[in-house]
């Protein structure tokens, strides 16, 4: 595939060309189109990738992929509802042209909210989900899943700048921030400790600084969705003390966990 310039340069000849932006990417390939959406997407993210849907509209017949495996839990509620007040209303036209459309879940709680946006809205197709890209890409009508998925892969390593590797350690980490550990992450990431650690360093960062910045995502989760103690929040994604969740806090929000509590909660 070649890379559009921008939107306007991709909406105007789709035909085997990709557009990328901060935290999504958009192609249209043979037999295929599709997104893939990383991170916690913006406002602006969503609408720029919904912009890009009546590219669908100028090509014959073909299925659609979402690839959100790489979203955060934490999405921001601003975004979702971007997408379901602006795609919503124009999805309808879109069922003579996208005959199915396979969704590779995130983790967590993202996969709720990926699969909510179908229920709200519905769709004029098919729409399946998936935990694996393969499966996926085989569903939404891809002859070679397995070559193609490595070329969107690094199409979006090269979009987002950070290595596929934490994108998956990132997961796991979310999925368990308190109970982690580096061997149990290499094994899980089918890695020895000595080469992960080399990996992320390469990546310029470390293990210790992705453990604690899942156990601040966690957090942000908790107290935004739940009524619990901040202490209680504290020993569940693997801080000490009530005292240690308000020093990480501190240190990267520049707020205390009731402070950020208070300015992010929907009243």
């Not at 958009?26 to 997407?41: E, K, L, Q, S």
């Not at 550990?181 to 400790?193: E, I, K, P, Y």
Request: hydrophobic letters at 45%.
């Amino acid at each position: 595939m070649r890379p559009a310039k921008d939107l306007d340069e991709f909406l105007s000849d789709p035909a085997d060309r990709y557009v990328s932006g901060r935290r999504w990417l958009v192609f249209a390939a043979d037999r295929i189109g599709g997104m893939i959406v990383w991170d916690n997407p913006s406002p602006e993210d969503a609408a720029h990738v919904v912009r890009s849907l009546p590219a669908s509209l100028k090509r014959e017949p073909h299925g659609y992929l979402i690839d959100a495996r790489r979203m955060s839990q934490q999405v921001d509620p601003a975004s979702f509802t971007t997408v379901v007040e602006q795609a919503g209303p124009t999805l309808p036209q879109y069922g003579g042209r996208v005959t199915r459309c396979a969704v590779v879940l995130p983790a967590g709680m993202g996969a709720a909210v990926v699969m909510g946006f179908f229920t709200i809205i519905g769709a004029p197709f098919e729409v399946r989900f998936f935990a694996d890209p393969i499966a996926a890409l085989e569903y939404a009508g891809q002859p070679d899943p397995r070559s193609f998925l490595a070329t969107l892969d690094a199409l979006q390593e090269k979009a987002s700048g950070t290595p596929a590797l934490l994108f998956r350690l990132r997961a796991l980490l979310d999925g368990d921030p308190a109970g982690a550990s580096v061997q149990d992450a290499a094994r899980q990431l089918s890695l020895s400790t000595r080469s992960l650690q080399r990996r992320l360093i390469e990546a310029r960062t470390s293990f210790r600084a992705e453990l604690l910045a899942a156990r601040l995502r966690k957090a942000q989760r908790l107290l935004v969705d739940s009524d619990e103690k901040i202490t209680a929040i504290a020993l569940e994604v693997g801080c000490g003390s009530s005292q240690h969740l308000s020093a990480l806090f501190r240190k990267m929000t520049g707020e205390t966990p009731s402070e950020w509590r208070a300015s992010h909660r929907l009243s």
